[in-house]
């Protein structure tokens, strides 16, 4: 990747984030640019083929994401960026969407997948950082990982440390109250880690767990170092599939 290519993407984002500041109005799809932080790339054509390929009855279960077909639905939607997360538990997968995103400008990073409780995290985190599309890991409740067990290991906890000093973030996945409160726990021992919390929309808490649901969100409030990232916002709920913002605005609000 070239210098010119990185610093133009970084335009796109600080321009994306300069119409959002307050007092900016929402603009049109023409007027506002706009940076999808939640995409995944997988191709199931492979030799290898893939771990993961979306839904079943998706198209892309057998035609596969890959950053043109992804830029010819999000462009005229005023999308000029993405950032991909990982679809797959393979180290190797990781230089696979790096290599995607060299050659297709609409992909602005990349969340990855390393393990930093393995012996290796250190040198695999040091050979993907090298390219500055890399930004971080993600880890949660998919691939049979635990971070609510994870969250006690100090081997676990060194490797996010190092992620931490490398100034890249981690994400969790698929919540559920374990894992919000895993990730207070992590931030209170690596209080320099930003955290991305992914998906949060779509998490229903039973109402057995909504006063640890509601102490998880006022604790995040006080950590600027926690984000909470509204993807899947729309998602089942009651044996159905709802479109109407009234039936989200709530739990955004």
């Not at 970084?10 to 506002?32: D, K, Q, R, V, Y």
């Not at 993405?82 to 997968?93: F, G, K, M, R, Y």
């Not at 971080?136 to 990982?145: A, K």
């Not at 998880?216 to 006080?222: E, G, M, P, S």
Request: glycine share 6%.
């Amino acid at each position: 990747m070239t210098t010119a290519t990185f610093s133009r993407r970084g335009a796109l984002i600080a321009a994306s984030a300069a119409s959002l500041l307050p007092g900016s109005a929402f603009g049109s799809a023409a007027t506002t640019p706009i940076i999808d932080a939640h995409i995944h790339l997988f191709d199931p054509k492979r030799p290898q083929s893939v771990p993961y390929a979306g839904p079943e009855t998706s198209p892309t279960h057998s035609a596969g994401s890959l950053p043109a077909t992804y830029a010819a639905h999000a462009r005229p939607l005023g999308i000029v960026g993405a950032i991909v997360v990982e679809a797959s538990p393979w180290v190797e997968d990781n230089l696979w969407v790096l290599e995607q995103a060299a050659t297709n400008p609409i992909i602005l990073g990349m969340i990855g997948n390393l393990r930093p409780e393995n012996p290796d995290f250190a040198e695999l985190l040091g050979r993907f950082h090298r390219n500055p599309l890399f930004r971080g890991i993600r880890y949660g409740n998919l691939w049979d990982y635990d971070l609510a067990a994870q969250s006690r290991n100090p081997t676990f906890l060194d490797g996010l440390k190092r992620l931490a000093d490398a100034d890249l973030v981690l994400e969790t996945a698929n919540q559920d109250v374990a894992l919000l409160e895993a990730a207070l726990r992590v931030s209170d021992a690596v209080p320099q880690l930003r955290i991305v919390i992914d998906h949060l929309p779509a998490f229903d808490p039973k109402p057995g767990d909504q006063a640890a649901y509601q102490a998880a969100l006022r604790n995040f409030a006080n950590r600027p170092q926690i984000a909470c990232k509204l993807s899947e916002i729309i998602h089942p709920a009651g044996g159905a599939i709802r479109t109407d913002l009234p039936a989200y605005r709530d739990r955004l609000d």
